[in-house]
């Protein structure tokens, strides 16, 4: 079995919402490095939100506040993260990431390199 495994995507029109899933045994375990990514074809992998070790709240990239919000269920071991209001820019591949060595602390997490194990992707399509 997959270690990470990302659920919840699919075909949406503009305007809705919808909420992704991603299922960690072990691997999503309290104060964890985890991240959601996306990529749209043709473009790179960029982080969206996420939890860093000894954190006090979840982080997002620039722009993504304001519609995302991601949220951890450690008793379920799964990292979510919720989509509102969803644009046709939005579509892409949506990947969860956990960085088992915590070395989000010292690194950014917003770069891929921080993270050692992947998921393999929830598709996501917004249409206008």
């Known amino acids: 079995q997959a270690p990470l495994v990302e659920s919840g995507g699919g075909s949406v029109e503009t305007g809705m919402s919808l909420t992704l899933a991603c299922v960690g045994s072990?691997?999503?375990?309290?104060?964890?490095?985890m991240a959601w990514f996306r990529q749209a074809p043709g473009q790179a992998r960029a982080a969206v939100a996420g939890?860093?070790?000894?954190?006090?709240?979840?982080k997002y990239a620039d722009s993504m506040k304001d519609r995302f919000t991601v949220s951890q269920d450690i008793a379920k071991s799964t990292l979510y993260l919720h989509l509102f209001n969803v644009m046709p820019a939005d579509s892409a591949m949506y990947y969860c990431?956990?960085?088992?060595?915590?070395?989000?602390?010292?690194?950014?997490?917003?770069?891929?390199?921080?993270?050692?194990?992947w998921g393999q992707g929830t598709q996501v399509t917004v249409s206008s």
């Open positions: 990431a956990v960085d088992r060595a915590r070395n989000c602390r010292y690194r950014d997490w917003k770069r891929i390199t921080t993270y050692d194990t």
């Open positions: 072990g691997y999503i375990v309290r104060d964890s490095c």
């Open positions: 939890f860093t070790s000894g954190a006090v709240g979840p």
